[in-house]
Every structure is written in C-alpha cells, then in structure tokens.
C-alpha cells in the first residue's frame, strides 16, 4: 500500500473512530435526559381520615400505598422508592399530625433518593344501601336498594429535600350498584341482586386513584406558589379567588388547580379541567372542552365537544361551534350538561 492510500485509510478509521465516539456520548445525553424526567417519589401509606371503619383493615393504608406506586410508575413520569426500603424507615421514625418528622423526610431523601414523598388521606369512605322492611309477623320483607359509594382523597406532594409542600389535590372517586335485594325472612328464602356494596367501594376507589394520578402527572412537579397551566399564559400575581384573564397561545390549556375562579379566551383551542372545585368561564369558540375534575362549575360560550369524565359538575353551554350542535360524552356521575340561551 502506497503512502497516500496509507494517510487516506488512517484517515477514514480517525473519522469513523471520531463518529462512533460521537454515537456513544449522544446515547449517554439521551439516558441521562430521560433518567432526568422520572422523578422519584417515596409514597407513604393512606391514612383514613374518613371517621368509618367500613371494608377498612390494618394494611389498608399501604395497600392503596403499593396501588398509587403502581400507577404513578407505569405512568413513566415518576420511579418509586421501593416499599420495603420505606417501611424500614418509617419504623424508626415518628409522625407530626399528617406527616413524619423532618429528620424522617431527610432519611428518606438521602437514603432512598427521593425527590418527593406523598402524603394521602381519605376524607371520605362511603358506601350507602337504603334498607326497607314492609310485612309483619313471619313474613317479613326487607328491600335493599342498590349501594352508591364516594371516596375522596387529599393527597400533599411535599420536596423531599426542602421539606416544603409543593401541592395539594383534592380528587374524588363516585360509583353506583345495579338492582336490589328482596328478603323474606319468614320463608327463609333470600334472592340477591348486585347489591354488595364492598366491590362498589372498590369502584369508587379506583376512580379516585385513577384522578389522583392524572392530578399528579399533569405537569411536572413546581413550588407551590407557582400557578401550573400547560402551553397557556396565566397570571400567577392575581389572587385564586379574583377572575383572571387566560389566552391560550397554544392548541391546548389545562387547568391544574383548585378552587379558582378564571375566565378563559378558547381561540378555537382545547381545554382541559383537571382541577375541583373551579368556576369557569371559557369565551370565544373552544374545540373541544375535557373535565377530568370533579365539583367544577364551567360556563362555555360556543363549543365543539365536551367531554366530562369526572364527577358532580355543572356544564353550562350557550352554542356549538361552527353552528353546529355540541357533541356530549358524560363518563362521570352526577354532572349536569345542559343549553343555555
């Protein structure tokens, strides 16, 4: 091999050397971003605030625990401290009112790498079966009503290294049974049907889990001073309870807090209501308007689609867009979706 043909070959094994270095460290960048955007959080056992100990055990609490770990990891937007690690932790530790002691959240912060720990409370654990008896004597019939059930959840995500609250959600969870009982004790003969109220508990649980989730990987963990909207404007300064104006610069807005008040300039964009509890006004011709919340009031001037997968909410809309009548998919219960002039 000639000289010229020798600089040429060590030449192009420099330049190929030089790009598979380059392979490789763009591979690193792209483990590392995304090691990034999977925060860790510790999630602490339920503590039932509820005030019943209905369908309610000893591991109840790290049972939800171990369900919510679940769900937020297959999320992809958080990994979880494993259970086990946690538990041996918390043994040595103590709890002030809802929360463990600060030298605890530091422990789990530089023991167990956690960047967040979360906190949970059922508010509420509710299954209700009305029972009416008619008869007298030894024929006595006893009618049970189908059993609805209502679980809420008060969930506190708190830094695990500054020890400051950065959020608290409120979610709610509703389901309802189907058929009755009918009892006849004189005859000793019993015929049940879809009255068991255990399993529609666990209905309503799994709503709420599932809405406490969507709360938590809305958008990416902030101080709680912070007013989350994604791909929108909106005016942290003003208080929650003032109207404030938000343009959507964007296709999409979502509103993430609670117990706000806002008007909202749609442009033709989508919205989505994460939050509970919020008074809303949306003006203009919104797309399509999505309500995962529950207990909001939404006021909608012209609107494509609307779509209400949570609970309890009044949905008032005055026209469809483009004249065209609104398309309505309620998936939740208790909402009230209706025309206005």
Same mark, same amino acid.
């Given at each position: 091999m000639s000289k010229g043909y020798q600089t040429i070959f060590f030449l192009n094994i420099q330049r190929a050397c030089?790009?598979?270095?380059?392979?490789?460290? *763009? &591979?690193?960048? =792209?483990?590392?971003?995304? /090691?990034? %955007?999977?925060s860790t959080i510790a999630v602490i056992q339920f503590q039932n605030r509820s005030g019943?100990?209905?369908?309610?055990?000893?591991?109840?609490?790290?049972?939800?625990?171990?369900?919510?770990?679940? *769900? &937020?990891?297959? =999320?992809?937007?958080?990994? /979880?401290? %494993?259970t086990s690690a946690l538990q041996e932790i918390?043994?040595?530790?103590?709890?002030?009112?809802?929360?463990?002691?600060?030298?605890?959240?530091?422990?789990?912060?530089?023991?167990l790498g956690a960047a967040y720990i979360l906190y949970s409370s059922v508010k509420e654990w509710n299954v209700e079966v009305v029972k009416t008896s008619v008869g007298t004597g030894t024929t006595n019939i006893s009618t049970a009503s189908a059993p609805k059930a209502k679980v809420t959840l008060q969930l506190t995500l708190v830094d695990a290294a500054t020890q400051k609250v950065v959020k608290t959600y409120i979610v709610k969870g509703y389901a309802e049974g189907t058929g009755t009982a009918i009892v006849a004790s004189g005859e000793r003969k019993t015929e049940v049907r879809g009255t068991e109220s255990e399993p529609?508990?666990?209905?309503?649980?799994?709503?709420?889990?599932?809405?406490?989730?969507?709360?938590?990987?809305?958008?990416?963990?902030?101080?709680?001073?912070?007013k989350k909207v994604v791909k929108g404007e909106i005016h942290p300064s003003q208080d929650a309870e003032a109207v404030s104006q938000v343009r959507i610069k964007d296709e999409t807005i979502t509103i993430l807090e609670n117990d706000l008040s806002k008007t909202i300039d749609c442009a033709g964009g989508r919205v989505i209501v994460?939050?509970?509890?919020?008074?809303?006004?949306?003006?203009?011709?919104?797309?399509?308007?999505?309500?995962?919340?529950?207990?909001?009031?939404?006021?909608?001037?012209a609107v494509g689609t609307i779509q209400a997968n949570g609970n309890e909410n009044v949905i008032n809309w005055t026209k469809g867009a483009g004249n065209q009548r609104a398309r309505i998919t309620d998936l939740g219960n208790g909402n009230l979706i209706k025309q206005t002039n």
């Open positions: 030089t790009c598979l270095l380059c392979i490789i460290l *763009l &591979l690193m960048c =792209s483990v590392m971003v995304f /090691a990034e %955007e999977s019943t100990s209905q369908h309610w055990n000893a591991s109840k609490g790290w049972d939800l625990a171990e369900q919510m770990r679940t *769900l &937020l990891v297959e =999320s992809g937007n958080y990994k /979880a401290v %494993e918390i043994k040595s530790g103590t709890w002030k009112a809802d929360r463990l002691t600060p030298a605890i959240e530091t422990k789990i912060n530089k023991e529609v508990l666990l209905q309503a649980q799994d709503k709420a889990m599932n809405s406490a989730v969507a709360q938590l990987t809305g958008a990416e963990p902030a101080g709680e001073e912070q994460n939050g509970n509890n919020n008074s809303l006004i949306l003006r203009g011709e919104c797309q399509k308007v999505t309500i995962n919340g529950n207990d909001n009031t939404i006021n909608i001037e």
